[in-house]
């Protein structure tokens, strides 16, 4: 995986094995919310 922070506060996620896909943007909001929640635990398999 690449992550880039953008200009505007977004971030751009792609798969490095496959540069030519589209990245996902995410709102800074919605990449906050991805990371509390994976600090919190919340996407462990149980």
Do not use: H, Q
Request: charged share 30%; hydrophobic share 45%; aromatic share 8%.
């Amino acid at each position: 995986m690449e992550i880039a922070r953008l200009p505007e506060g977004a971030v751009a996620m792609r798969n490095s094995a496959c540069p030519d896909d589209p990245p996902l943007r995410y709102t800074a909001a919605e990449w906050e919310a991805f990371i509390l929640g994976a600090r919190d635990g919340e996407f462990d398999l149980k």
